[in-house]
């Protein structure tokens, strides 16, 4: 007989690629507790070196404090006793992957399940921390159309990007797929498509749930009975988490987009759309500007993320502590 898992599930992919309905369909399962995307994880681990010596109980209160009491990391959001938590993060090992991994338990046992997830479409950039707090973590990667996502992400009243920077980002999530399904071993790493979701998910979900090591439930297929009582009415963007799932949107960008976005979108993927089972409309080449514009935003953003891993080389150099989590295992 298996023993039941109690890894940590991590959902991945492009923002506006269904991941909030995979959450859904998650949650819904006997054993898992998957909440509405959060700040706390990646926050937290940013800000680590402030916490001080977690092996000090007073630096662990207060880090407890900084995680329970900030409006940024929505912790409010999870319905939990901010002081209880709090607590249980001081009696907890003394590292910050323990702290977090404490707060993500208590969600867990207060919604009866014995195994917890987090789910943030830009946890595709973050999964070297992630695997750093939780080495065991699995991860779940959902794909859809390129020109779906990045049309629909620059609808985004949230979304402070133009067209460049939304296929870039879908480019992006795509090439670091690619890398994870490379580097992770196979228990740890499942890529799915929406679209695939969207028409039959129960034949997408089985799969899935086997690779968590997870029973399949029929009412993860139906995500919007949930949806209708968690989903908040303001976040007009997640409105289809709300019925029953189908594939209205599926191929919405051939109305989205104009003809130019089209040429750069198929242009600046090559040849990945083709590879994750996406046709190609045929475009030509987009017109010069807008490919020299998206290059020089590309370029940008390169030398952020290179700017930025080598802060982070520097800030492991002045870790107070290891932050690898301590509480494996069944939880208790």
Same mark, same amino acid.
């Given at each position: %007989?298996?023993?039941?898992?109690h890894?940590?599930?991590?959902?991945?992919g492009?923002p506006?690629?269904?991941?909030? !309905?995979?959450?859904?369909? $998650?949650? /819904? &399962?006997?054993r898992?507790a /998957?909440p509405?995307?959060?700040?706390?994880?990646?926050t937290?681990y940013? @800000?680590?070196?402030e916490?001080?010596d977690?092996?000090?109980?007073?630096?662990r209160?207060a880090l407890?404090g900084?995680i329970t #009491?900030r409006? @940024?990391?929505?912790f409010a *959001? =999870?319905?939990l006793?901010?002081?209880?938590v709090a607590?249980?993060?001081?009696?907890?090992p003394?590292?910050l992957g323990?702290? =977090?991994a404490?707060?993500?338990?208590?969600?867990?046992?207060?919604? #009866?399940?014995?195994?917890?997830g987090d789910k943030r479409p830009?946890y595709?950039?973050?999964?070297?921390? $992630? !695997?750093r707090?939780?080495?065991?973590?699995?991860?779940?990667h959902?794909?859809? @159309?390129g020109?779906?996502a990045a049309?629909?992400?620059?609808?985004?009243?949230?979304?402070?990007g133009d067209?460049?920077?939304a296929? !870039?980002?879908?480019r992006?999530?795509?090439?670091?797929?690619?890398? =994870?399904?490379?580097r992770l071993?196979p228990?740890a790493?499942?890529?799915l498509?929406?679209e695939?979701? *969207?028409a039959?998910?129960e034949a997408? =979900?089985?799969p /899935?749930?086997?690779f968590l #090591?997870?029973?399949?439930a029929?009412a %993860?297929?139906e995500?919007h009975?949930l949806?209708r009582r968690t989903?908040?009415?303001?976040r007009?963007w997640h409105?289809r988490?709300l019925?029953?799932?189908?594939t209205?949107?599926v &191929?919405?960008?051939?109305?989205?987009?104009? @003809?130019?976005?089209?040429e750069? *979108?198929e242009h600046?993927?090559g040849?990945?759309?083709?590879?994750?089972?996406?046709?190609?409309? #045929?475009?030509g080449?987009p017109?010069? /500007?807008h490919l020299?514009r998206?290059?020089?935003? *590309?370029a940008?953003?390169?030398?952020?993320?290179?700017?930025?891993e080598a802060?982070e080389r520097?800030?492991?150099l002045?870790?107070?502590?290891?932050?690898?989590s301590?509480?494996?295992g069944?939880?208790t």
């Open positions: %007989m298996t023993t039941p898992s890894r940590p599930v991590f959902i991945i492009c506006r690629s269904g991941t909030t !309905l995979l959450q859904q369909m $998650l949650h /819904l &399962g006997p898992i /998957l509405a995307e959060t700040r706390i994880v990646h937290a940013r @800000d680590r070196r916490f001080g977690l092996t000090d109980p007073a630096n209160r407890a900084w #009491g409006k @940024d990391t929505k *959001a =999870l319905g006793d901010a002081r209880s607590e249980e993060i001081v009696a907890a003394p590292t323990s702290a =977090l404490t707060v993500f338990r208590a969600y867990a046992r207060e919604n #009866g399940k014995p195994r917890w830009s595709f950039r973050m999964v070297p921390m $992630l !695997l707090l939780f080495p065991d973590a699995q991860f779940v959902l794909v859809r @159309d020109r779906d049309s629909s992400l620059r609808q985004m009243p949230w979304y402070k067209i460049y920077s296929l !870039l980002t879908w992006e999530a795509v090439d670091r797929g690619r890398q =994870l399904a490379a071993p228990d790493y499942h890529q498509r929406y695939d979701l *969207a039959d998910p997408a =979900l089985r /899935l749930c086997a #090591g997870e029973e399949y029929p %993860m297929a995500p009975h949806a989903v908040p009415a303001e007009r409105h988490t019925e029953a799932v189908d209205k949107v &191929g919405a960008w051939q109305d989205r987009l104009r @003809d130019w976005e089209v750069l *979108a600046v993927f040849p990945r759309l083709a590879e994750l089972g996406y046709a190609p409309s #045929g475009a080449r017109p010069s /500007l020299t998206f290059r020089q935003i *590309a940008v953003r390169w030398r952020r993320r290179h700017e930025q802060a520097y800030r492991r002045r870790e107070p502590n290891p932050v690898v301590l509480l494996t069944p939880a």
